[in-house]
């Protein structure tokens, strides 16, 4: 057996305080891996049909990759894992930081909770002991503040790691997240307010076990070539550049390919801010609620969030654990109470674009609010402007919002109305949840301005813009994610060098095809959903896989770290049994999955009649049809087969 999986998860009983060190067969590695799909496989195994999200029922797991440790690159990643207060479903959320390794070198690939103490504790492990403690001193400090006591308390002679939650998930709300390394967040699914239920404010892990792959020589030479190509930074162009040529761009009625290689050199100079002005002068990102169109943010509005102007606050570049790029950076300014993390694109376009606010001060102070509050950025400038617009259609009333002006880029209101999210106060309370839990609360029709896929509220990448946005965003059993594929991502991951099996791409191609409904795209989509799946079971990041699997070699670095031998077509017949898996949990919790397809307005029904996305319509229902085909699901319902579901049972 090789050590690179530790072998078992250690399955925590909050209602009683007892510990129980579960083993785990080499099978189940061999059929789910590890990541997200031990951690799924614990879950659908485990979660009796019905359980309340908030209730004893429910488990959260946290889960290291069966790459972490092993001297890959990209492959630090750690995932929470529990059925979701915001969906219903399956929920998932992926981070960066320092946390994925902790996990194993306490001798586990996962840690499960279970039950609901009496009192807030935490969860600290060293060498070996693992032990709950009163965390009463704890409840009520931000995330940041927390994490600082812990290790200011716990710290002997190595700082340990920690993962916990802020106010947000103190309060249940249901667009809280878990944060690491003081601010880096595991956002989305609604898994701080799992946290919060439980009341377990933190994880704090201090453990020595060694984490042994099968053949470190050959992940060292396969690191090593994935290095030359990380380092690999030409000149390029400034962020007005970008802009321009993004407009450009949008005037042609043909576009290349996207290599990975271009967006890697993008992300090492700016990080994910690179496509802050870029994706809103093509479309991609959603502006005005998704209404408006990049002629409401234009230059004069988006200049604000040039990414040139975003780097000077930069002090230092920020790298995760076994990342060789460093795409993140540690920024300074009178922005927060001292250093913090820049802010993604994500959340600078959610806090701007999509509520029309170009006031990048007032971004950087709501970043960092929300990092501290461990509050999801893409969930709650979402429902910020959701709100925004309610008021401005009336069904909003200055009453209402507390005497808050929501009117479009008032930056004061929006810092104002977080403040009362992250509380729970007033108007706060009702949006606390996100849009869809807060729309079925005010009525008025206000649903249709509630942008969301299955209860998640949507990334700031517009399906309209790029069709297999809409696809994923609706089929996956956590819905309203960007972080799994598009026909964009496809082009990227260039999996087709690896499994010959699989369609390539033109070099060249006119955008109205992009809009076509087609097996070859259904094919292209399920392939990514399987990649991704084998990814997160392995603690990789996308962004290291979107440079491309035969330059960042994910599939040779899992055989040389277990010895198993497989093909790249293998591996995806892994990702497919985890996607299956994950469909199946959805089944069985009762989330039916044509529940999820996004608002209409996503999917350009109506179209738009001006801007960058014009006349542009994306007919998912058939897409998501073909790609249900593509796994052997049930085309009319999206359900897998019994024999397909009994194959995720325990075994």
Known sequence: MSNVYMGKILMVNLSDGTFEEQKIPDAVYEKFLSGSGLGGFVLYNNIPAGADPLGPDNIIGFVSGLLTGSGSMFTGRWMVVGKSPLT??????????????????????????????????????????????????LWGKDAIETEETLISDLTKTRKPKVACIGPAGEKLSCISGVSNDLGRMAARSGLGAVMGSKNLKALVLDGKNKIEPQ?????????????????????????NGLRILAAILRFMPTQTAM???????????????????????LGDAPIKNWAGSNLDFSKDKSNSINPDTILETEIKKYYCYSCPLGC????????????????EYESVLALSGL????????????????????????????????????????????????????TWGNSDAMMALLGKMIARD?????????????????GKSSDQYAMHAGGQELPMH????????????????????????????????????????LPGIWLLYRKKSKYKVTEKKAIQAAASSKFVNVLNGAGGCMFGAQIGVDRVPFFEWLNAATGWDKTPAEYLEIGKRLQTMKQAFNIKHGVDPKSTKPNSRALGQPPQAKGANKKRTVYVDKMI??????????????????EDISSVNHT
């Not at 690939?109 to 403690?133: C, M, Q, R, T």
């Not at 809409?470 to 956590?478: F, G, L, N």
């Open 88 to 137: 219903g479903g399956y929920g998932e959320a992926n981070c960066g930081g320092n946390f994925s390794p902790a996990i194993k070198r306490c001798g586990y690939d996962g840690i499960f909770f279970k039950g609901i103490s009496e009192k807030p504790v935490y969860l600290h492990i060293e060498n070996g002991k693992a032990e709950l403690k009163d965390a009463g001193h």
């Open 215 to 239: 053949n470190r020589n050959e992940i060292k030479i396969l690191s090593q070539k994935c290095i030359k190509w990380v380092n690999f930074q030409p000149w390029f162009l400034s962020g």
């Open 259 to 281: 290599d990975g290689m271009l967006w890697k050199i993008m992300l090492r100079k700016w990080g994910t801010i690179a496509l802050n002005q870029y994706s809103s002068e």
């Open 328 to 343: 993140g950076g540690i920024c300074k300014g009178n922005f927060s109470k001292g250093e913090s993390h820049k802010p």
């Open 355 to 406: 509520c029309l606010n170009d006031n990048l001060e007032s971004v950087f102070q709501m970043n960092d609010r929300l990092n501290r509050a461990g509050m999801d950025t893409i969930s709650a400038g979402s429902t910020i402007a959701f709100a925004i617009e309610c008021y401005e259609r009336g069904i909003l009333t200055k009453k209402d919002t507390d005497g808050l002006e929501l």
């Open 426 to 442: 007033g108007i706060g309370d009702i949006l606390a949840d996100g849009v869809k839990i807060a729309s079925e609360k005010i």
């Open 462 to 501: 517009d399906s309209r813009f790029d069709p297999g946005f809409a696809v994923h965003y609706a089929v996956e059993a956590t819905p309203g994610r960007h972080t799994i594929g598009s026909q964009l991502y496809y082009e990227m991951y260039r999996l087709w060098k690896k499994d010959k099996a």
């Open 625 to 642: 049809e073909n790609y249900w085909r593509q796994f052997g699901w049930n085309t009319r319902t999206g359900r897998p087969s019994e």
